[in-house]
């Protein structure tokens, strides 16, 4: 039998098909480019935006560092001198922030009237409070540098009364008016007292559990 060769002759490309193959390409290489500077632009704007963004929660998180217990003191004393003492009552414990706050109103309706040193400059003593020491008042009031020490030295005060010896009601809490025995004391007086201090007590604890009641 006789095998014969068989040839394969290449085709013949038409010149338009390819023109427009080497066109198709061109389009998909600058569509490409195109899209790619777009993704780019948008990235680079969200990321504007997420800067942005965190920028404001950063400056809200400075606005919201106040605690609604702060927030809440400070609407209550507002105007009077123991409005400079809220950011450090606030953050003693409850307790004795509340007898704090309402014990002041009750001796110098909130720094009002309050004992001066010898060069007429405020003792910050809002509480009527005699610690031991040498920088007190004729009247043996104690003197504080600033509203800070007079919380810290107060406040320790009270967190002994109130924690240690556990005199946490205006009732118990009278000796800080009295001292030992309320016998030289009109009873009007303590009465008066007790009422006050149990009215303000009150409206700082309806501020602490609203505080209470936001926290995460």
Known sequence: ????????????????????????????????????????????????????????????????????????????????????????ISKENPETAKYLVS?????????????????????????GYRGSGDNVTRSGYSCFESPKEAVAVVGSRLNYLIWDLRLDTPEELIVWKCGRSCAGHSASGVRSWINNVDFYARKVESARLADASVRP
């Open 103 to 127: 014990i002041a109103k009750h001796e110098s309706n909130w720094g009002t009237y309050s004992p001066t040193d010898v060069n007429g400059n405020t003792c910050y003593n809002y509480w």
């Open 1 to 88: 039998m006789r095998y014969e060769k068989i040839t394969r002759e290449k085709p013949e490309v038409d010149p338009s098909v390819l023109g427009e193959s080497a066109l198709f390409l061109l389009l998909l290489i600058v569509s490409a480019a195109f899209f790619g500077l777009l993704a780019f632009a948008s990235g680079e704007s969200a990321n504007s935006d997420i800067e942005a963004d965190m920028q404001a929660i950063g400056n809200t998180s400075v606005v919201s560092r106040k605690s609604v217990m702060e927030i809440e003191l400070g609407k209550m004393v507002e105007g009077h001198p123991i409005e400079a003492m809220v950011p450090y």
